[in-house]
Every structure is written in C-alpha cells, then in structure tokens.
Nanobody, 126 residues
Framework: QVQPVESGGGLVQPGGSLRLSCASSGATFVGYAVGWFRQAPGKELEFVAARRWSGGGTTYYADSVKGRFSMSNDTATNTMNLQMDGLTPEDTAVYYC??????????????????WGQGTQVTVSS
C-alpha cells in the first residue's frame, strides 16, 4: 500500500519558486497515478496536476497553473515532484499529494485517488 508523504512547502515571495515532493512511505508508486490538489482557506479542494508514475501518457494541469507548474518523477528516490514557478498569492494553499489508479476520466478528480498525504502549506506573500 502506498502512503504519500509531502514535503517542500514554505513561504515564498510572489514570483518565486518552490519544489514540492511526494514520496511513498509504503510501496512504490509503480502502477499508480499521482495527483496534486490544493485547498485555500475558505475554498473547495482544487485539482492542480496529475500524471501516471510510469508508462508515459499525458500530464494534466489545471488551467490556472499551466505553464508555471510541472510534474516529474524521480525513480531513484520513488518521489513525484511538483515544480512551481512564477508563484502568486493565489497559489497560497495546503497542497495534497494523492495516489490512486484512476481511469482517464477521473485523473483530474478527487474520486480518482484513494490515498492522501497529510498536506504541506504553501504561502506566497511579500
């Protein structure tokens, strides 16, 4: 059983960058897809990005982060990374890493994933 564990959150100024990492404290991510979601104060959970661990295929991004965020996997450390550039205050949220076996139609939805991490806070402020 995979168990996502996020790291890398923190405080950054507008225009800055952060790299979030999602490792599995249990089984490897092989055969799974990994999704990033975020929740800002007073707002609903929002899809950010998702991709399958291996086998190619599409990496999905929310329109709000397209061109600024990118996902990549590090097979040596069994970690899925989310590189976030050009951060704005609107990106402030708790970011969650989720693992699951979604079908294509559920890759960008919460119901496509079965295991959540504990979340990591990202704050973009001057």
């Amino acid at each position: 059983q995979v168990q996502p564990v996020e790291s890398g959150g923190g405080l950054v100024q507008p225009g800055g960058s952060l790299r979030l990492s999602c490792a599995s404290s249990g089984a490897t991510f092989v055969g799974y897809a990994v999704g990033w979601f975020r929740q800002a104060p007073g707002k609903e959970l929002e899809f950010v990005a998702a991709r399958r661990w291996s086998g190619g295929g599409t990496t999905y991004y929310a329109d709000s982060v397209k061109g600024r965020f990118s996902m990549s996997n590090d097979t040596a450390t069994n970690t899925m990374n989310l590189q976030m550039d050009g951060l704005t205050p609107e990106d402030t949220a708790v970011y969650y890493c989720e693992a699951g076996r979604p079908i294509i139609s559920t890759m960008t939805t919460v119901r496509g994933y079965s295991v959540w991490g504990q979340g990591t806070q990202v704050t973009v402020s001057s």
